[in-house]
T-cell receptor
Framework: EAGVAQSPRYKIIEKRQSVAFWCNPISGHATLYWYQQILGQGPKLLIQ????????DSQLPKDRFSAERLKGVDSTLKIQPAKLEDSAVYLCASGVAGANNEQFFGPGTRLTVL | GENVEQHPSTLSVQEGDSAVIKCTYSDSASNYFPWYKQELGKRPQLIID?????GEKKDQRIAVTLNKTAKHFSLHITETQPEDSAVYFCAASKGSARQLTFGSGTQLTVLP
């Protein structure tokens, strides 16, 4: 079974620039999550999708972050404009909806904002 | 919202010894507690999980215990090996949405 795919793996930008990350979940997984993992910390949930609908985006800084999951499969996360404190690894995870779902993580995108 | 505290932040053990990592959670409604292992530069991977209707679960050298009354759960690794060296994260969630709240992580180093 193919795992969660993410691209790019690394991105370096200057502050105030824009950046976008892409995630392709495991086939058949209805639930998709985006996490932000700052160095030395645990992942923090940014947004959760169920198919193409948003379940929870309460921790997403909506003034600069946006995410979409068109057609309920792939997802993109965008930051515009980026700040220094956005430097982190952005992890995408997917799972099967329901009470017993394990979340499978992608390799992440390491973002450095200079 | 849920708050998960994890300690210690770093743990060094001799190969063959046991390691214990502890977490506490704040939301009594949380009912699912996974543990993830993350090697340097790699993705978190689930190593074991436990649900609130179970007090203990074991998988070979790894075990997890849950005390719902005290709202804490622990990871136990026996007969540690150098390849167990990694960062371990506990997490908690509730309901069908399964939104995970992670602890801050424990860097485990197994010394040969």
């Amino acid at each position: 079974e193919a795992g969660v795919a993410q691209s790019p793996r690394y991105k370096i930008i200057e502050k105030r620039q824009s950046v976008a990350f892409w995630c392709n979940p495991i086939s058949g997984h209805a639930t998709l999550y985006w996490y932000q993992q700052i160095l030395g910390q645990g992942p923090k949930l940014l947004i959760q999708f169920q198919n193409n609908g948003v379940v929870d985006d309460s921790q997403l800084p909506k003034d600069r972050f946006s995410a979409e999951r068109l057609k309920g499969v792939d997802s993109t996360l965008k930051i515009q404009p980026a700040k220094l404190e956005d430097s982190a690894v952005y992890l995408c995870a997917s799972g099967v909806a329901g009470a017993n779902n394990e979340q499978f993580f992608g390799p992440g995108t390491r973002l450095t904002v200079l | 919202g849920e708050n998960v505290e994890q300690h210690p932040s770093t743990l060094s053990v001799q190969e063959g010894d046991s390691a214990v990592i502890k977490c506490t959670y704040s939301d009594s409604a949380s009912n699912y507690f996974p543990w993830y292992k993350q090697e340097l530069g790699k993705r978190p991977q689930l190593i074991i999980d436990i649900r609130s209707n179970v007090g203990e679960k074991k998988d070979q050298r790894i075990a997890v215990t849950l005390n719902k009354t005290a709202k804490h759960f622990s990871l136990h690794i026996t007969e540690t090996q150098p390849e167990d060296s990694a960062v371990y994260f506990c997490a908690a969630s509730k309901g069908s949405a399964r939104q995970l709240t992670f602890g801050s992580g424990t860097q485990l180093t197994v010394l040969p």
